[in-house]
């Protein structure tokens, strides 16, 4: 079945620097693929998506490529700031449901 | 427009006891989901119910009953609470049309079994 797996946290960054978590997919198909976002205390938001191979998501500053040759979908943001302190979540879909992984806990010092 | 709803925000529970988490949704959504989500094991899907009139285990379903009572609500029912059963848990409503799909959350249920 749909599996994903993604970089193990905590990670912990400088304001400013550059963000890359990793996240891989194993998937019969080609299933959508998501970042999710949980600020503490909260549930999860959407961050972005892309629905098909070599589709960008973008949002806030965020991005993620879809790879289908290397079944993947890297979170990166060039300049991170302090409110960007959160547990980020990879997902794929299949028809019937959503798959998540493990979650990484991103945390920015000022 | 409330999005996903979930009732209580907090519950204690005794190990034994019985309680039912309440999801309703207003978006008219066909798909909804109960997740938990502990320590680092991320977000583990309890049941699912594709349509309404349907539901589906997940990965870690044993101890729960789920109940697709319309469109609207999909509640998530503990008949003897266990420890092991503390967790936030999450409801979640999806909207697919075609290749555009997007997944909803509440904002969660702390639940503490003693």
């Known amino acids: ?110 | 427009n409330a999005g996903v709803t979930q009732t209580p925000k907090f519950q204690v529970l005794k190990t034994g006891q019985s309680m039912t988490l309440q999801c309703a949704q207003d978006m008219n959504h066909n798909s909804m989901y109960w997740y938990r989500q502990d320590p680092g094991m991320g977000l583990r899907l309890i049941y699912y119910s594709a349509s309404e009139g349907t539901t589906d285990k997940g990965e870690v379903p044993n101890g729960y009953n789920v109940s697709r009572l319309n469109k609207r609500e999909f509640s998530l029912r503990l008949e003897s609470a266990a420890p092991s059963q503390t967790s936030v848990y999450f409801c979640a409503s999806r909207r697919l049309a075609g290749k555009e799909e997007t997944q909803y959350f509440g904002p969660g249920t702390r639940l503490l079994v003693l």
């Open chain 1, 1 to 110: 079945g749909n599996s994903v797996t993604q970089m193990e946290g905590p990670v912990t960054l400088s304001e400013e620097a550059f963000l890359t978590i990793n996240c891989t997919y194993t998937a019969t198909g080609y299933p959508s693929l998501f970042w999710y976002v949980q600020y503490p205390g909260e549930g999860l938001q959407l961050l972005l998506k892309a629905t098909k191979a070599d589709d960008k998501g973008s949002n806030k500053g965020f991005e993620a490529t879809y790879r289908k040759e290397t079944t993947s979908f890297h979170l990166e943001k060039g300049s991170v700031q302090v409110s960007d302190s959160a547990v980020y979540f990879c997902a794929s879909s299949s028809a019937s449901k959503i798959i998540f992984g493990s979650g990484t806990r991103l945390s920015i010092r000022p």
